[in-house]
């Protein structure tokens, strides 16, 4: 009833709604007779079927007006309901049966009248009984995981070079509007289904003739491959045996906060969708970028590795000496063709200037230690602080060395060639020409180095290589920018979020070359004048851990100073203490966790005190887009638990009663229950010199320099392939991947910012 939108049972036609609910019963029941797994397809419909009405907490959900398929809770959950591989066609096509009549009876119901789904119920029975002459629709409807891809696999076949006949035409005709409609190809206007597709999506090879390697899509890859996608993996040249192996996405399903958006919905659509995205930006990493180990021993680059040709330059002008020496610059540095001109050289580190142009080579100490100057543009910062906090943050220098990697013949090639330039001069030299010949010039000789070695090399490629190798090191694309330089014209969020060592960046740089990162020594003799430092490089909004840690303490001393003394406590003085641990606890949870600071951050609904497991939507909206989940260190758990007795003895104390929805909120004069943002928690708290993100400043980057995996940092931040959302490179990784991969790593941060479970009821 609550499905049918009449919970009391008064709408006029729910009689015959139940009638039909008995008809359809029994007719899956027979259909399933032979199938074990099938309880879930009929245990639903006895339940509509039954007399007593339902009840609006049970799991069928309400059905939106909107009357899109894939909103209805419980039907959404059996059209894509995962299909066992020894089904037979009856247990293949379940689903859609009842996909059909869910569409039936609601536009019946709602609008008078039913979409034509006579066709696909008749088409649905006749392939059940096998009525049939083409054998690729039985093995369509037995590879077929779910009704989307069994439309996607007759719309393959419909449009096959081997035509059907009439009578499976027809069939296959019948079909495919019902099953557009379940895909939600509707129409934006109407919401009326059973039109083309709007895009085009992968699909399988059903047929030789079909194998035109012109129109072909590439696979995506499921979490567990059927028969149906290990087909499409080896037609694809992927190895089978490429698989992933996901514990569920949610350990116990929490309520959504937005009454209009049934939590059923979010936990199987999201894990829908970040599975069909994550599927596909793995087959995209695996084309892309590489491991470190195959790129370097890749035949086409090794003309520039090591080019032939003495590595001193030879007496009087060689162009093909001097260009070579360029495309290798270009790779070691990820410099572009048209910036070559800029890169300068200077004799010491003394003679770079203060605001260094562009990038350079500096030769002191030269027989040790030349080194890269890279110069650090200003980051997409959103937000720096005033000048009376500037001291509670990191200060990133402009530039960074890396030492040049003179194993390599090309390194000592690049050695020597700046070697000839005098004081500030361009590495390039005048022998080359103007400016805007010198891309020219280096096209043609990458166009000559391809004839000889048989190679693909293009000049975006090599300057593209540094790129894709740093991130093929651990997965982060804020040192992949920084390292490269492609943070000039990039405006990942990654890169404001990220402060590191300069001492990171050349250890990264290091295991690309496969060389040592070791500094001079600032004590040896010959280096003394050297000074040694190891400045930040990234985002100026980083705090520093002491500041962090003084705020801790001072949050502390509060708590224990309105928690001391004697005697009765007045509401007011509950009041005051109940706001203060408030504060201190979500402060906690997000400094720990990362969690973003919008209004009432924290839902104790959504954690999951046995798992310790937390559902945040952290980004300030109704869409629910940014919804993710988070872990929660056993100390922050203890500490939520402590918190949670403390509430139930201060509530009691204030309303007479104990009232769990003052949990993470305020309380205020009357006394109301208040919602937490930004502003009312710099009011609990002393003094606050950070930024209302500043803990994920801090958190990324601490995350990073403890060497946690990229790909779990950003999925432990809600960040995106492209630094924008969770739905994208890494969004569907497991929370028990991402507890494995930070708990070391966030046991360390509590420590050192000095977080205590405070007591809560004892006081």
Request: net charge neutral.
């Amino acid at each position: 009833m609550v499905l049918m939108g009449a919970p009391d049972g008064s709408h006029p036609d729910w009689p015959q709604v139940r009638r039909t609910m008995s008809q359809i019963l029994g007719d899956v029941e027979t259909i399933t007779s032979r199938v074990t797994a099938a309880h879930w397809v009929v245990a639903p419909l006895r339940q509509m079927e039954a007399p007593a009405p339902a009840s609006t907490s049970e799991s069928l959900g309400a059905m939106p007006s909107r009357g899109c398929i894939t909103h209805y809770p419980v039907f959404a959950a059996l059209a894509t309901q995962p299909i066992v591989p020894q089904a037979d066609a009856a247990r293949k096509l379940q689903a859609l049966y009842l996909v059909s009549i869910a569409l039936r009876e609601y536009h019946i119901v709602n609008e008078g009248y039913g979409p034509p789904v006579g066709s696909a119920e008749l088409s649905c029975r006749r392939i059940v009984r096998g009525r049939y002459s083409d054998e690729r629709i039985g093995a369509i409807i037995r590879r077929s995981s779910s009704p989307i891809s069994l439309c996607n696999q007759l719309e393959k076949l419909q449009r096959s070079k081997r035509p059907l006949s009439e009578f499976d035409l027809s069939l296959v005709s019948g079909l495919l509007p019902l099953l557009r409609d379940v895909r939600d190809d509707r129409d934006l206007r109407t919401r009326k289904g059973g039109g083309q597709r709007n895009r085009e999506i992968e699909t399988t090879v059903l047929d030789a003739a079909d194998d035109d390697p012109t129109s072909r899509k590439p696979a995506l890859i499921l979490e567990r491959p059927d028969e149906e996608t290990r087909a499409e993996l080896q037609a694809e040249g992927l190895p089978t045996e490429y698989e992933t192996t996901r514990e569920t996405l949610y350990a116990e399903m929490p309520p959504s906060r937005n009454e209009n958006f049934p939590a059923r919905q979010l936990s199987e659509h999201q894990a829908q969708q970040r599975l069909i995205l994550r599927a596909r930006a793995y087959k995209t990493n695996q084309q892309q970028v590489p491991n470190r180990r195959e790129m370097l021993h890749e035949p086409a680059l090794a003309p520039l590795l090591h080019p032939k040709g003495p590595v001193s330059p030879p007496k009087g002008s060689d162009l093909d000496w001097t260009l070579d020496t360029l495309l290798g610059f270009m790779l070691l540095t990820g410099c572009e063709e048209k910036d070559l001109h800029h890169v300068r050289v200077w004799s010491k580190h003394s003679q770079v200037p203060r605001q260094p142009p562009a990038l350079g080579v500096v030769l002191e100490y030269v027989e040790e230690y030349a080194e890269f100057m890279m110069p650090v543009a200003r980051l997409p910062d959103s937000w720096r602080p005033n000048s009376e906090y500037r001291h509670h943050f990191r200060r990133p220098a402009n530039r960074f060395y890396l030492k040049i990697p003179t194993h390599l013949p090309i390194g000592e090639r690049i050695v020597k060639l700046a070697s000839r330039v005098p004081e500030g001069g361009p590495l390039c030299g005048d022998s080359l020409g103007p400016a805007d010949e010198l891309p020219k010039k280096l096209k043609d000789r990458v166009s000559k180095l391809n004839d000889i070695h048989h190679t693909h090399l293009t000049l975006n490629r090599i300057s593209l290589f540094l790129w894709g190798a740093i991130y093929a090191l651990d997965g982060d694309m804020a040192e992949a920018l920084l390292l490269s330089r492609r943070h000039r014209r990039s405006n990942d969020s990654r890169l404001y979020y990220y402060s590191t060592q300069s001492d990171h960046l050349r250890n990264q740089y290091a295991r690309v070359w496969g060389a040592k990162s070791k500094r001079p020594s600032s004590n040896d003799r010959r280096h003394a004048v050297l000074k040694v430092i190891n400045p930040d490089i990234g985002s100026a909004a980083v705090p520093y851990r002491d500041s962090i840690s003084d705020l801790v303490r001072l949050m502390k001393e509060r708590i224990s100073v309105l928690m001391a003394g004697r005697g009765r406590r007045t509401a007011s003085r509950w009041i005051e203490i109940h706001n203060a641990m408030t504060a201190y606890v979500i402060r906690q949870i997000q400094w720990m966790t990362g969690i973003r600071a919008v209004r009432d951050p924290i839902e104790l609904p959504l954690y999951a005190a046995r798992s310790g497991f937390l559902g945040v939507i952290d980004k300030d909206s109704n869409d629910e887009y940014g919804a993710r989940v988070v872990w929660l260190i056993e100390p922050v758990q203890q500490q939520i638990e402590t918190y949670l007795q403390y509430v139930d003895s201060a509530t009691r104390s204030i309303f007479g009663e104990v009232n769990r929805e003052a949990a993470f909120r305020f309380i205020g004069e009357g006394p109301a229950i208040l919602q937490v943002n930004q502003r009312r928690l710099e009011q609990h708290l002393p003094d606050y010199p950070f930024a209302a993100n500043s803990h994920r400043h801090y958190l990324r980057t601490r995350l990073r320099e403890k060497e946690v995996d990229g790909g779990v940092v950003d999925a432990w931040m809600g960040h995106g392939g492209i630094g924008a959302e969770p739905y994208a490179r890494h969004s569907a990784m497991s929370p028990m991947v991402m507890q494995e991969g930070t708990e070391a790593a966030l046991n360390s941060i509590w420590e050192e910012l000095g977080w205590e479970v405070l007591p809560g009821s004892q006081h």
